[in-house]
């Protein structure tokens, strides 16, 4: 399975600010999604990370807060805008492909608190 | 939709005894079913996960589930648990293209 990197892993930044998370990955990947894992939660699905065209969001989320980028199929950023006290989260990058046989690969994850 | 409820928020459970974390889907026509377990301060790794053929499934580390689609019920099992095994694990149902994850289960092994 894929081998993916995740970059802050751990985070404190001040509110009103923007922190932007890396997720690379060691081959290209049909299918890039970022979650968040809110304190004491399970995990709740931002978007999909689609190359080369604007991600899909779920319901709750919206880009201006947590715009999305994929460049190619190896890569992905999520940015969190404005932060309050509330963005304060696990925020995981996962990857599958076309077959999903494997299963779905899960980064390490960026530990974010927002002071 | 799918949907995933994992029935126990929190296993207390001693060392070498057996365990079942217990999960429920929602019907629906054909299912992907997955459990994956979060140790602390780390992501996320794939334990097992059924797809279709045998109702019974091994993963790693010792651990098994069965499909039952008459209860829509994927439980997770292990006949020994160790102290290592002091994790969340979390019941995923695929749908669309995404996991959508139930609750989770805090799993506490004592010595």
């Not at chain 1, 809110?38 to 969001?57: D, F, H, R, V």
């Not at chain 1, 989260?89 to 530990?111: A, E, K, P, Q």
């Not at chain 2, 160790?82 to 004592?110: M, N, P, R």
């Amino acid at each position: 399975s894929a081998v993916i990197s995740q970059k802050p892993s751990r985070d404190i930044c001040q509110r009103g600010t923007s922190l932007t998370i890396q997720c690379q990955v060691d081959s290209q990947v049909t299918m890039m999604f970022w979650y968040r894992q809110q304190p004491g939660q399970s995990l709740t699905l931002i978007a999909t990370a689609n190359q080369g065209s604007e991600a899909t969001y779920e319901s709750g989320f919206v880009i201006d807060k947590f715009p999305i980028s994929r460049p190619n199929l190896t890569f992905s950023t999520l940015t969190v805008s404005n932060m309050s006290p509330e963005d304060s989260s696990i925020y995981l990058c996962s990857v599958t492909d076309r077959d999903r046989l494997y299963g779905y690969t899960f980064g390490s994850g960026t530990r974010l608190t927002v002071v | 939709a799918q949907s995933v409820t994992q029935l126990d928020s929190q296993v207390p459970v001693f060392e070498e005894a057996p365990v079942e974390l217990r999960c429920n889907y929602s019907s629906s026509v054909s299912v992907y079913l997955f459990w994956y377990v979060q140790y602390p301060n780390q992501g996320l790794q794939l334990l097992l996960k059924y797809l279709s053929g045998s109702t019974l499934v091994k993963g790693i580390n010792g651990f098994e589930a069965e499909f039952n689609k008459s209860q829509t019920s994927f439980h997770l099992r292990k006949p020994s648990v160790h102290i290592s095994d002091t994790a969340e694990y979390f019941c995923a149902v695929y749908q669309g293209g995404k996991l959508i994850f139930g609750q989770g289960t805090e799993l506490s092994v004592k010595p």
